[in-house]
């Protein structure tokens, strides 16, 4: 029964109760509110998705587009984690497994096996492998890979299957391993990006078989060697010598040509450019581009191999191998291509 007030009562009603200030929000503001966190904070990603089932459901196509795996133990997590919730594996896009700066276990772990290599660490390499083969086969709707190392290598790629079938695919392989480019899991890939020293015939032959790929950047950071003899193998990425390959490779004049770029000191990616081009018969539909490496890259990259094969111990170091990595990792994780930092030059065919 309500009571009545009188004429002359003049008390103020009574306050409302409080409520969150998150139901007096829009739900998008509130989305972007607590997506703008998990940017700004990468610890805050368990806590944002620990707020309600609802925001979880919400959040998870968001919070995993991009994964960046830089340790076997982030790796174990993640494989773990696409085991027990399958939405999660479906929200992955983007998928960066490799080291991301030169502590990273990762980095020994993705080495060259050697004979001398302890049962201890023969074990958690072929536990990276398994734990790789099973993200992999998990995320089914990749876009975007980034593999380091000898998880590219041309003995283990080929055991990852078909389940993914990725449009971009980065190798970051200061390891110098023998790459398996033409394994099914790279059928639909059109867009390569190779880090490596040097491009072996294995390897060019490989990326000839790519039957989707029609843009190929090179990075080789070394001051030193042949243009020309590295232009020679590189052509064989576009070209074969022998009749039937060239013509079941041939491309008619109507489709788009090919892209190929040459990354390195200035230079050498010019003579390797234009050495290139002069190699190639007017038949090959290719634009020839050539950019400019950081000044300090190939330093910090051969500072890099140094370490991985313990030719030099890290307080002999001149510069930071990490910042080799992190250029590379940062490049992939936004997207931003060499071309609109340093600018690309073309080479006339």
């Known amino acids: 029964m309500r009571r009545r007030t009188a004429p002359g009562d003049r008390r103020a009603p009574a306050p409302a109760p409080d409520v969150p200030a998150s139901r007096g929000m829009p739900t998008e503001l509130v989305q972007h509110i607590l997506l703008y966190s998990i940017e700004l904070d990468q610890m805050a990603v368990q806590r944002v998705l620990c707020v309600s089932r609802a925001w979880y459901r919400i959040l998870v196509p968001y919070v995993y587009t991009r994964v960046q795996l830089g340790s076997s133990e982030a ?5 773990d984690l696409v085991r027990r919730k399958p939405e999660v594996a479906r929200a992955v896009r983007r998928l960066w497994i490799g080291p991301r700066h030169a502590r990273s276990d990762l980095l020994a772990l993705l080495s060259l096996p050697m004979p001398s290599d302890s049962d201890y660490v023969q ?17 089914r709707r990749l876009d975007d890979v980034a593999l380091s190392g000898s998880l590219v290598a041309a003995d283990l790629v080929h055991s990852y299957g ?12 200061p390891h110098s391993f023998i790459s398996g480019f033409d394994a099914p899991i790279f059928r639909r890939v059109h867009t390569l990006t190779l880090c490596d020293v040097n491009l072996s015939l294995s ?46 490779h041939m491309r008619l004049e109507d489709t788009p040509p090919l892209r190929w ?18 190699l190639l018969d007017d038949d090959v539909l290719v634009q020839i581009d050539y950019e400019a490496l950081p000044p300090t890259f190939c330093d910090e990259w051969d500072a890099l191999r140094d370490r991985l094969f313990h030719a030099l111990d890290e307080e002999e170091a001149t510069c930071d191998p990490s910042e080799a990595l992190a250029f590379l990792e940062q490049e992939w994780r936004f997207s931003i291509p060499m071309r609109s930092l340093w600018g690309p030059a073309a080479i006339p065919r």
């Not at 790796?75 to 494989?79: E, N, P, S, T």
């Not at 078909?162 to 392989?173: E, F, K, V």
């Not at 770029?261 to 002069?278: D, Y």
């Open 75 to 79: 790796l174990l997590c993640f494989a």
């Open 162 to 173: 078909t389940a993914c079938q990725p449009r971009r695919l980065t190798s970051i392989n």
């Open 203 to 248: 390897e060019a032959r490989a990326i000839r078989q790519m039957p989707s790929l029609h843009t190929f950047y090179l990075t080789a950071p070394k001051n030193y060697g042949d243009p020309a003899k590295d232009a020679a193998i590189l052509r064989s990425t576009l070209t074969s010598d022998n009749l039937l390959d060239r013509l079941a």
């Open 123 to 139: 074990q958690r390499r072929e536990q990276v492998y398994v734990q790789t083969r099973a993200v992999l086969r998990a995320c």
């Open 261 to 278: 770029c040459v990354r390195g000191p200035i230079e050498r990616a010019q003579r390797m450019a234009e050495s290139l081009a002069a």
